[in-house]
Structures are given as C-alpha cells and as structure tokens.
C-alpha cells in the first residue's frame, strides 16, 4: 500500500502541475506569452533528464543502504522541496529547480519503490506492478480532474495546498512502513531456540549397541572428514569453479552483468516504446481533438478516461506472467495494440461517428497496453532471479533490484523525452494519420525484440514457495 501511494503520489503531482504550469509561468515568473510553448517544453524536459540521470544512482543508493525506507523519505523532502519552489517561486530558475527536484523524487520512488515490491511480493511480483499499473491509472485519471476543478474555483495556490496534503498522508504511511526483512528478525528469532530445543529433545540418539544387524539398509559411514570434504569438492569441480569465475568476473559491475542480459535489453526496450507511446499520445491528443471536434478541457479529460480505466485489468496481466513468464503476454499485447494504433488514423471528420471510433479505440489501447507494460515490469525481476540461479553470489550479498528498477526507470524516462518530441514533429509536419501507423511500428518492433529475445519464467521453487518445515 505504500509504495502504491507513493506511486500514485508521483503521477497525481506530475498531472495536476502540468496543466498550470503555462498559467504560472505567466502569471507567477512573468514569462512573455510568446515565449511560454518554449519554457513549458524546458521544464518537461527538466523533469525527464532529471528523472533519467537520478534512477541508477537512487537504485544503486538503495541496494547498499539497510533499509529501503529512508531513500523513500529523502525523495519525499526532495517532492515536498518541489512542491515548495513550483507554489511560491517567481522566477524562471526556481521552477527549473523545482521540476529538477520532482524529477529525482519520481527516481527515488520508482528505482526504490519496485525493489521493494520485489523484496516483499516475492513470487507474486507480478501482480504487484499490476497494482503499481492501477495506481498509475487512478493518479492519471483523477490529476487532470482535480487540477482544473481547484484551479478554476480556488486559484493557483490552491492547487498545491492538495498537493501538500497527499504529501502529509504519504509521510505517515513511509514512516509506519515495515520492510519485510525487519519483521522476519522479529518473527524468526523467538523461534529458533525452541525449534533447536525441539530437535533436541526429539530426535533418537544412534549408539554402536542401536546399529541393526544383518541385512540392513543403514551403511555406516567410514569417511573420515577429510576423505569427506576432498569428494564434496571433487563433486562439485567444474561448476563451482566456473561460479566462483562469474562471480569474480562480474564483482563491482553489477551494471555490467545486468546488461549482458538479452532478456533485460528487450524489456528495457519494450518499456521504452511503451513511455513514448503514451506520452507522445499524450502531448498531441488533447490539441488533435481541439482542433478536430472543438472539445474543451473537461471533454478532453473525459476522453482520457476511455483510455486509462481499462487498465484496471494490469494485475491479470501481472498474474499470466508471475504463470507462465513475460514474454507471451507482454508480445500478445505489442500484436495486439499495433491494428489499434493504426485504425486511429481513420478518425478525421467531426461527427458523432468518428467520436464515438475515437473512444473505442482509445479504450481498446488501455486494454492492450498494460499486457505489454506490467509483464515487462516484472521481467526484471525475473532476470535476476535467473542470473542468481545460474550463478549464485554474482550480485552480492545486497543484490541489484534497486539498480534494476533504476535502469526501467531510464528507459521510462528516454521514451518519455523522445515520444512527445517524434509526436509533435509529426503531427505538424506529416499529420495525425502519420503518426498513429509510426507508433504502429514502434509496437511491432517491440513485439519483434520480445519475441526473439524474451523467455519463458523457468517453473522452479523459490524461497517463499518453499514450506518453512521441509527438510
């Protein structure tokens, strides 16, 4: 629940402050008019390098501090600091400094926030980034909402006095937070002395004068502990070898071992093709449908909705992948967001008709995008789950999902620079019809990558499927 809020807290801050930033930056730093298109495109990007340089160094961060709550707590100062700047600053450099500031906060909590999804969900982590994909749907619905709503009744301050507020309540939920390496100290420690003491008690003492006699299944063991240790290690030869080669191959290059993967690069591409689909959608659909139907802003954000509440469907999504892998649910859903992609080309007369095509169509992208998105999310996982299976030790003892998360967030962040600015290039040099058949082909070419390079999740136990009393 509180990395969910803190999730929802990222997005609903970025689409309540979008919507007014070209309000404020006349109204609050006295940015010419003329040059207000130019400051905006500034401070988005802000966000995004912003966003992009901080993710690996926050997950790196978080994979060698003890506790993953205090890197959350410092990117909620970091929020809190932005929030600040963008309500009361007056000037041009203040509102860079504070969309720099909420561009890490969204690094720290995404980097962070998913390590520690993947830390406490375990084998289900799959589903959990299918609630990550709902608080993502619930923030982007509501934002825009919101945001119009207090900015027209109550003014600009006011808008941030919410903000605030949903601040307030994320620092009380990160600071009751209990990780659940903490509670198994707590769980675990009462219980070892009485288990051994159990054991004791109950397990039968083997004398020379208890052997059986004749013909018994019992072998007496005649290795001494040298003999015993020099076969173990006999045993295990080329394979311990070649582990221990891996892991000092790849010791202090996390990075490195990461990015050998295919499987990981696919994702991160798939990931990339997803952010810049729905943000280059984004940035170009509200002035598309401005200039073709004459909506305001309030029927634009009611088109939204067509788009983001069939992602409720994320943690089904996220259930077929924990099931059976990534690589079929999130190519399944690639395949089948390309016809819909290009069949929104097709929307370009103002009527009833073509209003009612563009909802259905906007609805059946939501539907198909988060099977692309959510499996990808928890691939990365699974990546390093095969890696530690295949060599155990190559990441260390504080593993690398904090780095991981922070590599998705990089390549979130580079699809959400290039997919608004290819968008717009488009759209005014070739038109709508172009772009819908060029974001076609990103889907196709990210089905492609996920299909060759995926892989099917191996069906092998891990440390939560394994009954605590097994021996």
């Known amino acids: 629940m509180t990395v969910n809020l803190a999730i929802f807290t990222d997005i609903f801050f970025y689409g309540l402050i979008v919507p007014v930033l070209p309000f404020a930056l006349s109204a609050q ?32 961060y978080a994979d060698h501090t003890s506790s993953r709550r205090w890197p959350l707590l410092l990117g909620l100062l970091a929020l809190a600091g932005s929030t600040f700047l963008l309500a009361f600053g007056n ?10 500031l909420q561009g890490l906060s969204a690094a720290v909590v995404w980097s962070v926030g998913c390590a520690l999804l993947v830390d406490t969900m375990g084998s289900s982590v799959g589903v959990a980034m299918g609630y990550v994909n709902i608080s993502m749907s619930i923030a982007l619905l509501l934002a825009p909402v919101i945001g119009g709503v207090v900015y027209n009744k109550a003014g600009y301050l006011a808008v941030y006095y919410v903000c605030f507020g949903v601040v307030g309540l994320d620092i009380v939920l990160r600071l009751v937070m209990i990780e ?20 004791e008690k109950t397990s039968p003492t083997i004398t020379p004068s208890d052997e059986p006699l004749g013909n018994s299944a ?24 070649a582990s221990k080669v891996d892991r000092e191959k790849h010791r202090g290059r996390p990075v490195l071992a990461l990015l050998k993967s295919s499987r990981l690069l696919a994702a991160l591409y798939g990931i990339f093709v997803e952010s810049g689909i729905l943000i280059g959608f984004d940035a170009v659909l509200a002035l598309f449908v401005r200039r073709l139907f004459g909506w305001n802003s309030t029927a634009v954000a009611v088109l939204f909705l067509a788009l983001f509440l069939p992602g409720f469907i994320a943690p089904l999504a996220g259930w077929l992948s ?21 069949s929104l ?6 009527t009833i008709q073509h209003k009612v095509l563009l909802a259905f169509l906007l609805a059946l992208a939501g539907f198909t995008l988060p099977f692309s998105m959510t ?18 030790g190559i990441f260390g003892t504080k593993g690398v999902y904090g780095l991981a998360y922070g590599l998705f967030n990089m390549a979130f962040a580079l699809g959400g620079i290039i997919g608004p600015i290819w968008a717009g290039y488009v759209v005014e040099s070739a038109g709508w ?24 999740k191996p069906q092998t136990p891990t440390v939560d499927d394994v009954p605590p009393e097994s021996t």
Do not use: C
């Not at 063991?221 to 173990?232: A, C, D, K, L, R």
């Not at 499996?375 to 155990?392: D, G, N, R, T, W």
């Open 345 to 350: 080309r097709f929307v370009t007369e103002n």
């Open 29 to 60: 730093a006295g940015v010419p008019e003329d040059d207000v298109q130019y400051w905006v495109s500034i401070l988005l990007a802000a966000y995004s390098a912003s966003l992009f340089v901080g993710s690996p160094v926050s997950g790196i």
């Open 218 to 241: 019992v072998i007496p063991n005649t290795q001494t502990p040298e003999t015993t240790s020099i076969g173990e290690a006999g045993h295990r030869g080329d394979h311990g070898n």
């Open 375 to 392: 499996p990808l999310m928890a691939e990365i996982s699974y990546v390093i789950e095969a890696k530690e299976a295949e060599s155990p």
């Open 91 to 100: 000037s041009i450099g203040l509102f860079v400094l504070g969309r720099v």
């Open 433 to 456: 019809g172009t772009l819908t058949w060029n974001f076609g082909l990103w889907s196709a070419s990210a089905a492609v990558v996920v299909f060759i390079w995926g892989a099917n």
């Open 180 to 199: 659940k390496k903490v509670a198994r100290q707590w769980i675990r420690e009462p219980e070892t002395g009485s288990s051994r003491n159990n054991a």
């Open 322 to 342: 924990d099931k059976y892998g990534a690589k079929w649910p999130s190519f399944a859903g690639f395949v089948a967001t390309i016809p819909v992609l290009i």
